[in-house]
């Protein structure tokens, strides 16, 4: 029951702090920004400022836009993510309307102004009630509507940084209190009391989720780090070495919110209390039990590459990869051997997109590539995998250069087409690159021909010359290039 309560709502102790802290926030609004006529941002500045102009109460204004904008959020970000904003609405009007009842003069209705005439002082202590209001409630994942809602609902659709936008907002929001005082006065309160609760706001944040980092000398070390095991800290122990005595050091590393620094201490100093300890503040700290990392990578678009050719496959990421994920047949599940009986590269690249598209239901790419030796017409071409016996690239190679060895003409050429099936339409891009055939195999990296190609230019073969170079001119590199180009252009 517990648990069901939990996954839905939360942590029970959330909404009581939450509730807790909104006092304060309320009794901010109410003792010290309404009596002085301040205006601050979001969406309470544009209720205060209705209220400045026409007397409608402030928690209305304030319920009615959170209301709007929480349907508005309910549809597109669902109702659960929302709990926790319609519990801080509901608690705010409520006691807006509270204090404002309880405080207010009951004859006039007039709030009253507990410092006098020191608009200053109530500024600043109005902006510090609203930011450790509203920094205590954040701590608790809570949220009093208005921007946070915005937020939400933009983000669901675009990945963009909101805060820019709420600044100008803000801004817009204090300045229009000078159609109704005409008194720039008030716009730098609004600004004053802007800048305070956001500072507060911060140092309350940062204070409750601040976290230590210690490190932790002893030659107790083993007995420390498994007792701090045991009360559910991680810990790391380093290798060091003692410079002076030239030994073995064991450093223990733990970080830990800084509320739990105490029991920390009481812990090494019961096992050991000449241990040697720093503890440092962390600026921040990510990972299990603390923070989350808020950036957002950029999901690279993925593309699948129809092959069974792991050289091929590594080539391609390593030419693509920056740019997109790229699959190949394995990771979508396929393991056929799909059949190439085309007479040409463009033909079998042709076949194996069209393969993964009917029987898969994938847009994709293929290359089909080959070798065309001059001397031997054309040959291996679109034979080059089975030339002598199926993807055995020694026995190709021999074959090739058997049928070379008496010829003096040793030019030859490197072919890629590749197809690409993309919207319900296949189009292609070839790359080829010049080269001879030398005598004997030479070099150790490469795959198929490339040990017996040297590409003109270069006095060394293609698995000599190694991935960095062949990736760079390479007939695939063109051909990937190309279909690159499409991709960007589309
Ligand atoms: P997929 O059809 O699954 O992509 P495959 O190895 O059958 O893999 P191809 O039919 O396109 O690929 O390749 C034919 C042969 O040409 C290949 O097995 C190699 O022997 C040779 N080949 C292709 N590209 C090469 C390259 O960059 N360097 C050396 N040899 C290459």
């Known amino acids: 029951m517990k648990e069901a309560f939990k996954s839905v709502f939360g942590d029970y102790k959330d909404y009581i702090f939450i509730a807790i802290a909104l006092l304060f926030y309320a009794i901010g609004v109410t003792l010290f920004l309404l009596p002085y006529q301040i205006t601050t941002g979001g969406v309470t500045g544009i209720a205060s400022l209705i209220f400045y102009a ?23 970000v669902g109702w659960k993510f929302c709990i926790k904003t319609i519990y801080g609405v509901g608690v705010v009007t409520i006691y807006l309307w509270l204090a404002q009842r309880l405080v207010e003069d009951p004859v006039t209705g007039e709030l009253p102004r507990l410092v ?18 509203l920094g205590i409630s954040f701590a608790h994942n809570g949220s009093t509507g208005g921007t946070d809602i915005i937020a939400a609902i933009v983000n669901k659709y675009k990945d ?30 609004g600004f004053t009391a802007l800048i305070i609760s956001g500072l507060t706001l911060d140092h309350v944040m940062y204070s409750t989720r601040q976290s230590v980092q210690f490190f932790i000398f002893s030659r107790n070390y083993s007995k420390i780090a498994s007792k701090l095991n045991e009360m559910g800290f991680g810990v790391t122990v380093l290798d060091g070495t003692g ?3 030239h030994t073995e050091r064991k450093v223990i590393v733990l970080i830990a919110r800084k509320r739990q620094s105490n029991r920390i201490f009481s812990y090494i100093k019961s096992i050991d209390p000449y241990a040697f300890v720093s503890m440092n503040n962390c600026q921040g700290v990510y990972g299990e039990g603390f923070d989350v990392m808020k950036v957002k990578l950029k999901q690279k678009p993925t593309l699948v590459f129809a092959t069974n050719n792991e050289n091929k496959l590594s080539e391609v990421r390593a030419m693509l990869g920056r740019k997109y994920e790229i699959r190949s047949l394995k990771d979508i599940g396929c ?32 290359d089909d590539s080959g070798l065309q030796v001059t001397a031997l017409g054309g040959e291996p071409g679109v034979l080059s995998a089975r030339y002598a016996g199926d993807h055995d690239s020694d ?74 170079v062949k990736n760079k001119i390479s ?11 499409f991709l960007e252009s589309t």
Not at 55 to 75: D, K
Not at 117 to 133: K, P, R, T
Request: overall charge negative.
């Open 54 to 76: 026409t007397g409608f109460e402030i928690q209305n204004t304030y319920l009615i836009i959170n209301a709007i904008l929480l349907v508005l959020a309910i549809r597109i």
């Open 395 to 468: 026995a190709n190679n021999d074959k090739l250069l058997l049928n070379l060895k008496d010829k003096k003409d040793r030019s030859a050429r490197f072919v890629t087409v590749i197809a690409l099936e993309y919207k319900g339409k296949t189009y292609s891009f070839e790359g080829s690159v010049d080269g001879r055939i030398i005598e004997e195999r030479r070099g150790e990296g490469g795959f198929g021909y490339d040990p017996v190609f040297v590409p003109d230019g270069y006095d060394k073969t293609f698995a000599e010359l190694g991935d960095d």
């Open 160 to 189: 963009v940084s909101l805060g820019h936008i709420m600044m100008i907002i803000d801004c817009l929001i204090i300045s229009s209190c000078y159609f109704i005082f005409h008194d720039w006065e008030k716009i730098v309160f």
């Open 243 to 245: 410079w002076y005595t």
């Open 116 to 133: 006098g005439d020191q608009s200053f002082m109530a500024v600043v202590l109005g902006a510090i009630l609203e930011g450790i209001a």
């Open 475 to 485: 007939h695939r590199a063109e051909a990937v290039k190309k279909l690159c180009d």
């Open 335 to 366: 393991d056929v051997e799909i059949p190439e009986t085309a007479d040409t590269f463009e033909g079998n690249a042709r076949l194996k997109v069209d393969f993964v598209k009917k029987y898969y239901g994938f847009d994709c790419f293929a």
